[in-house]
């Protein structure tokens, strides 16, 4: 009989993993199931939708038609309930029950509410699905005034919607910079003239104690926590994902706000693997525990899971991820872990071009570019590789920096 596998959840994880099983394993029966009314898209480019720059159409990437094709059983608008691993079968919210050999968790997270009263107001937005970018794009369209929550990389997203919408926004954040544990205040600086020129301000040691609402239930206004009142038609809440583990609580599955795998995606629990945001994997660059939240690294986690399931321990994951923002008028990437780390290097050029690189035991584990991406690859190599650095501070922070300088330096000595 050929093997069946089960993969829940049809972002990029659980589809490239679908993918890959496919190629590799022609005979294979193949279920999908997504509590989506859609097949895969582009979850990065929904933000173009929203700000209105894109339709919908280049947002998709899979019609139902490329998993017929591919004999790949589609379950649309089909939430999974329960994971029973002993029995090896899961089950749907309609009772209908799927048993596997091999199983693959792909389930990623959901947006978390501000603990705030009216926080789930009509009006106040979290972004995560095409559907979430379709009633961002319809309520921003009628907007005048936005208040956005959240100093991070999905904030920013609502900050440029309001730039592209025309709405004038006010971004309240609790520190005193946006992206506070990977920026400095140069760095961020940065950022807050983009923003500023986009008509949205930052307004800082802010937050939201709470929304008020008209007689409708619509948002009207945020107050921060000192009491100021910004008035808004529209709010932006990108604080944080909840990861979806809530299905295999009742397993021997291992979770710790997301689930447990080692570096060839495998749960605590046989035939039973993970792959994508949902997962906190044995980094073997970093050698610990990490969690990255981006397309690239969940796209090869699913086809890294899948070669796993077809052949044990055949390949291990190893990269090095990178999440870029596109909306101004200058380059900004992050790569690895920014926010980890024992210590720094930093520096701003010029104007318009800041760099800061987090080291942990002399070696890059992650970094922040703002201005001039030129350096990347030198980085991400040094970092793939585990180069030890600890000598180098000084040239990592020269203007043109190459990893040849760094190479031709180490023969030197
Ligand atoms: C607006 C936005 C902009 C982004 N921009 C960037 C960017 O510029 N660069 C970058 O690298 N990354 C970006 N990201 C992050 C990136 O999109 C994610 O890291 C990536 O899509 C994660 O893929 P995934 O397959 O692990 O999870 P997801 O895409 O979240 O897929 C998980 C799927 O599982 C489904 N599911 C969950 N539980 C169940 C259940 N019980 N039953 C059935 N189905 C279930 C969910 O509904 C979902 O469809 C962005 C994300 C958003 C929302």
């Excluded at 584990?365 to 501070?393: F, H, T, W």
């Excluded at 990893?403 to 031709?408: A, P, T, V």
Aim: proline share 3%; net charge negative.
């Amino acid at each position: 009989m050929s093997e069946s596998f089960v993969i829940i959840g049809d972002g990029i994880a659980g589809s490239s993993a679908a993918e890959t099983l496919r190629e590799e394993a022609p005979d294979a029966d193949i279920t999908v199931i997504t509590d989506e009314g859609e097949s895969l898209y582009n979850r990065i480019l929904i933000k173009e939708f929203a700000k209105g720059k894109l339709p919908e159409a280049p947002i998709s990437i899979h019609d139902e038609s490329w998993y017929e094709e591919r004999e790949i059983d589609l379950e649309l608008n089909t939430l999974v309930v329960d994971v029973r691993t002993d029995d090896h079968e899961i089950e749907t919210h309609e009772g209908d029950v799927y048993e596997y050999d091999k199983l693959l968790l792909s389930i990623g997270g959901t947006p978390q509410q501000l603990p705030v009263e009216n926080s789930d107001a009509d009006g106040v937005h979290h972004f995560w699905t095409f559907q979430d970018a379709r009633a961002i794009r319809e309520s921003a369209d009628a907007a005048d005034d936005a208040v956005i929550v959240g100093a991070g990389l999905l904030g920013i997203d609502f900050a440029a919607i309001c730039g592209a919408q025309e709405i004038e926004g006010k971004y309240l954040m609790r520190g005193n910079r946006w992206w506070r544990y990977a920026l400095s205040e140069e760095g961020a600086d940065l950022m807050h003239e983009a923003m500023l020129e986009r008509g949205v301000e930052p307004v800082f040691d802010s937050g939201v104690d709470r929304f008020e609402t008209d007689d409708d239930g619509h948002v009207v206004a945020a107050v921060d926590p000192n009491g100021d009142r910004y008035e808004c038609d529209f709010a932006g809440v990108a604080i944080g994902l909840n990861m979806n583990t809530e299905i295999v609580e009742d397993t021997d599955v291992e979770t710790d706000d997301g689930i447990l795998v080692d570096e060839y995606m495998r749960t605590s629990v046989d035939d039973v693997f993970a792959a994508g945001d949902i997962t906190r994997f044995h980094d073997v660059i970093l050698g610990e525990r990490a969690q990255n939240g981006a397309w690239g690294s969940a796209k090869e986690q699913g086809t890294i899971a899948a070669r796993n399931m077809l052949d044990p321990e055949s390949e291990e994951f190893r990269w090095v991820s990178s999440y870029s923002i596109t909306h101004f008028d200058f380059p900004f990437l992050s790569f690895g872990h920014p926010t980890l780390g024992d210590d720094e290097v930093m520096r701003k050029f010029g104007d318009e071009e800041w760099r800061r690189l987090a080291l942990k035991d002399g070696r890059i584990v992650g970094g922040v570019l703002i201005g001039n991406l030129a350096p990347q690859s030198g980085y991400k190599k040094l970092m793939r590789e585990g180069v030890d650095v600890s000598g180098q501070k000084e040239l990592l922070m020269s203007e043109d920096f190459s990893i040849d300088d760094l190479e031709q330096e180490a023969a030197a000595e």
